[in-house]
């Protein structure tokens, strides 16, 4: 879209056609790969934590914290259908995608 003429002052919320949690992307992860992956909900300063001991930058951690509880808040969910417009088919689920990624 970025390329194509049309989309000047447009505002699109990108989103797949099927939401899920990271609960279920953990148990989809798991059937894909066949190796169990449970999903743990940390807290805001263990998360935190969590990435700076590995190495994130503290700007980044930062980022990916505040995504993380927007996300528990539903302030990233869409389900506009814009994406799936904009690319002209149906969104690919989270288990077509971990299948995609792994091949």
């Known amino acids: 879209m970025l390329s194509t003429d049309g989309h000047t002052g447009e505002v699109y919320e990108l989103g797949g056609d099927h939401a899920f949690t990271l609960a279920?992307?953990?148990?989809a992860i798991s059937v894909v790969t066949g190796?169990?992956?449970q999903y743990t909900d940390l807290p805001a300063d263990t998360f935190t934590r969590a990435l700076l001991d590995a190495g994130v930058p503290p700007e980044l951690a930062n980022v990916l914290v505040s995504a993380d509880l927007a996300m528990s808040r539903d302030e990233m969910f869409t389900d506009s259908g814009d994406l799936r417009r904009l690319i002209g088919r149906p969104t690919t689920t989270p288990a077509e995608a971990i299948?995609?990624?792994l091949r």
């Open 24 to 27: 279920e992307l953990a148990t």
């Open 99 to 101: 299948t995609d990624a």
């Open 35 to 37: 190796r169990r992956i």
